[in-house]
């Protein structure tokens, strides 16, 4: 009995360590496999580090404003009898664009005119008069002054007619009509809008530490979303000489020529300010940053071979970068870059130091310093 037991324990021993060794053997080989794997490279797109000379450039947000601009409005109190304008139009400077009814003013001056005429029959006797001695010269005298007073009451009534001639100040374009025809108008009444729509004035802030950099004819680039592809191009043309005491902004103004009338007054426009000193930098697009919260990285696309086999491929280095300003899909690299190493674009988060990658550039889209996307 004893011997069976054994013999049933041995059995049972023996095929433990069977199996022990076969799964010790598939480890050992697994591990084998593992330490010798290679993964496969990953697909990247890739850019060369270059030098470009970027002006520096102050941004702000403006807005347009009519070099001449003022709303046409009533300076005496009558009816309208007469529209000469049509809403939206161009006018010249002097071009009539209301009449108010002045038939009362017209009698006034055919009175005050008959007593300018009488006033200068009085006048002229009382010089003969006085030349033969028979009146005073205090006589002649008040009746200089009744003559002058007389002409200049008439004078008076046709500067009140001719204010109800309302005409334009200057050359623009008229805005909607506010009145009507047989409206009572009263002093400073709004007529209609008239501005001067070329050329134009973009009025912008700038914080007081880029004051020194600042200086009259400075070129400025003016864009938004109403402008013509490519912006506005203008000058600086005023600079205020203080500062706003609550945010110690300077205002600078500039003039833009406008001859298509796309730019209207009260748009908001991006304004850039490009300064005269020019720097160099190296670019990446910004597509090939790795942003961490230890810094930023790239990976650096290099080409290695390999010591045994004597293939050659593509590995990458991943290299913390310091970046400095942006435009458009760039980003300037103040250091950890030279001019001429290729950095990888896309799909950088896969990535990891010593990598094994394949270079395909066809779909990659292109990285613009001004990228201006479709409209979906």
Known sequence: MFKKIAATVLSLLILIGAIVGIKVLQIKTLIAQGASYVPPPDTVSTATVVAQNWPPTLTAVGSLSAVQG???????????VGLEFEAGQKVGAGDVLVRQDVRAESAQLRSAEAAVDLAKLNLDRSKQLLAKSTISQSQLDADTVAYRQAVA????????????????PFAGRLGVRLVNLGQFLKAGDPIVS???????FADFYLPQQDLSRLALGEPVKLTGDAFPTGGVEGRITAINPDLDTATRNVRIQATVQNPTEVLRPGMFVDVAVELPTTDRLLVIPATAVLNAPYGDTVFVVEDHTDAKTGRKTKVVRQ????????RGDFVAVTTGLKAGEVVATSGVFRLRPGHAVTVDNTLAPPAELAPKPNDT
Do not use: H, S, Y
């Open 194 to 200: 008239l501005q001067a729509p070329n050329p134009m």
């Open 153 to 168: 009451a008439a004078e008076n009534i046709r500067a009140a007619i001719d204010k109800k001639t309302i005409r334009a």
């Open 70 to 80: 003022v709303t046409v409005a009533a300076e005496l109190d009558g009816k309208i």
């Open 319 to 326: 290299q913390v970068v310091r970046l400095g300003v942006t």
